[in-house]
């Protein structure tokens, strides 16, 4: 009895590690460059269109992601085109950094509540949905690869891998959502999603990046009280 009652907090432990040092590797290791923030990209273009299909009459033309090259080039990773009223700017604004720590969150918890299949179909959905807006090429291969190894895991990975590759997925997201955040701050809201709000509100873009960072260090922490408690 005792050691049937301890392999499942063993295993959950594992499966923690693998989650945590994988999307460590992902969003703050080498591949970051070319995993890590291509994943972060689309869940951060995703939040601007889901807030602006929220609005009344909103409306979303396309989205296009880029490479490290051409967002070298432009500024931008990714754009979301959308037709939404003046009044809710911010509101499309403020959606898209906190959008990969919010996503990676509630990934983890459909996980820890034993629906990560669920999360790997509700992904698979998104990304499809994404596909038929997108407006680029390198962005239309991007989501097609990311929604394809996902749904090969979806069919094909055993529980444990399946529970393995969500929470590599979840902590990517939450670890490079909060350092897209943080690079923002540093540079005191002087580029993107922050310097946007500063002019179409007033308010400073130091207030939004610090904003910015509240937004997703604080799914992040729940992840790791999540994490904690799912042990017990």
Known sequence: ????SVYPALMAVAMTVVGV????????????RWVGHHLVTIAHE???????VLCSQGRVSGIQLHSSARA???GYRGVTYTRVHRRYWAWVYVAGYPAPAALGLAVLALLYHEHGKGALAALVASLTVMLFLVRNIFGAFLLFAVGA???????????????AAVGVLAWTLLFGGTRSALKV???????????????TTGAPAELWAVLFVLLTTVPTGLAGWLTVTSWL
């Open 1 to 4: 009895m005792a050691q049937s």
């Open 21 to 32: 040092l994988g999307g460590l590797v992902l969003s703050l290791g080498p591949l970051e």
């Open 46 to 52: 995703g939040g601007h269109a889901v807030a602006t």
């Open 72 to 74: 070298a080039q432009t």
């Open 149 to 163: 190894a996902l749904y090969v895991v979806f069919l094909r990975g055993s529980a444990t891998f399946q529970a």
């Open 185 to 199: 701050l540093r540079a005191r809201g002087q580029y993107g999603d922050a310097a946007d709000l500063a002019t």
